[in-house]
């Protein structure tokens, strides 16, 4: 069982940033295949970013269209945190943004699935101010 807890949301303009952090509880976090994903208000959960499990170093990074180039995922395994970098942000960058997390193989696009993580945390808002 692993638990997720996120933090790091808040107010910002946009073209400012925010840097993103959900730690984990649990020995094996370097086992897990980490996700980013956030959902507006009236719309379904969106993918945003994943890396992939320590076993398959270098780390496999994957990113939506809509937030290449300017977010960033990243892990420290020794912290148990994964973070997500978030530069150059846009009103539609505005959302709750949930951590997942995923033990075992993960394959291509299965990344991008909501169905595809076994545990979330319970989000952070991120709202970002035109």
């Known amino acids: 069982q692993v638990q997720l807890v996120e933090s790091g949301g808040g107010l910002v303009q946009a073209g400012g940033s925010l840097r993103l952090s959900c730690a984990a509880s649990?020995?094996?976090?370097?086992?897990?295949?980490m996700g980013w994903f956030r959902q507006a208000p009236g719309k379904e959960r969106e993918f945003v970013a994943a890396i992939s499990w320590s076993g398959s170093m270098p780390y496999y990074t994957y990113y939506a269209d809509s937030v290449k180039g300017r977010f960033t995922i990243s892990r420290d395994n020794a912290k148990n945190t994964v973070y997500l970098q978030m530069n150059s942000l846009k009103p539609e960058d505005t959302a709750i943004y949930y951590c997942?997390?995923?033990?075992?193989?993960?394959?291509?696009?299965?990344?991008?699935?909501?169905?595809?993580?076994?545990?979330w945390g319970q989000g952070t808002q991120v709202t970002v101010s035109s």
């Open positions: 997942a997390g995923k033990n075992g193989l993960v394959y291509g696009s299965s990344y991008f699935r909501v169905s595809s993580y076994d545990y």
């Open positions: 649990g020995r094996t976090f370097s086992g897990y295949n």
